[in-house]
């Protein structure tokens, strides 16, 4: 996918209370749930503390039976997800996501409760098959650096530590106001750097303009096994 074919730009934000924040050109924001995925690797992680505890030859046959299962589990999640977002937006769209040593730092400011969640989930996969998805449909994933971006007011452009309240999850700008929640606003401010990489490159004039409109050109297959995956999720207006 050439640059000069990119007409639409979207941020996504990934994360442990939200797997993936949305944030798109018509102002939207698709969230996708993380909650049940938590619930369910810690019911596996019991699972898995136990059999080792056990250590009996059938205790480890199942150890290892019960880590397949998980793996193509945790494959099939990332799988529906990508296939959610690469269906949702037109060809040409261009998804921006923070590049991986940000998700580790991140990682090590999680309180210890989530810890093990956020470490071992395959962000990397997901990732890899949003590009292969992507990349199917004429779009195209970047990388950006995602320094600042949740204490950083996609309204008026202020960087304040103290706008983000991590305990709220509420960020609240100290110099404009604007309030949205947190991962919302890390998802807004990957969306301004993908557009601000359109226009940098120059490939992409019309988006320097404002904010285009948004037409998915495909609906998502309806009642597949995705859909317990993908919902519950919810949309929000800017
Ligand atoms: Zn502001």
Redesign the pocket.
């Known amino acids: 996918m050439s640059d000069d074919r990119l007409t639409d730009v979207v941020g996504i934000d990934r994360g442990i209370r939200f797997l993936a924040a949305a944030y798109d050109s018509s102002g939207k924001t698709t969230f996708f749930s993380g909650v049940q995925v938590k619930a369910k690797r810690a019911h596996y992680k019991a699972l898995r503390k136990e059999l080792q505890r056990v250590g009996t030859p059938s205790s480890r046959r199942r150890l290892k039976a019960i880590g397949q299962r998980e793996n193509r589990w945790m494959n099939d999640v990332d799988h529906c997800i990508s296939k959610a977002l690469a269906e949702s937006y037109p060809k040409g769209t261009l998804f921006v996501l923070e590049d991986l040593t940000g998700i580790r730092k991140a990682t090590e400011r999680v309180k210890a409760s989530n810890r093990y969640v956020s470490v071992s989930w395959p962000y990397y996969d997901l990732e890899q098959k949003l590009i292969y998805k992507a990349a199917m449909r004429g779009q195209k994933v970047i990388n950006v650096d995602p320094a600042y971006t949740s204490q950083t ?1 996609p ?4 960087r304040d530590k103290v706008s983000r309240d991590k305990r709220l999850h509420l960020f609240r ?1 100290t ?4 309030t949205s929640n947190d991962d919302r606003i890390a998802a807004m401010n990957l969306y301004s750097m993908g557009n601000e990489y359109l226009v940098q490159s120059g490939k992409s004039m019309s988006l320097a303009g404002g904010v285009r409109s948004m037409t998915p050109d495909v609906t998502p297959a309806s009642a597949d096994h995705c859909r317990a995956v993908t919902s519950p999720f919810f949309k929000a207006s800017a």
């Open positions: 007011c309204k008026c452009g202020r700008c110099g404009c106001g604007y």
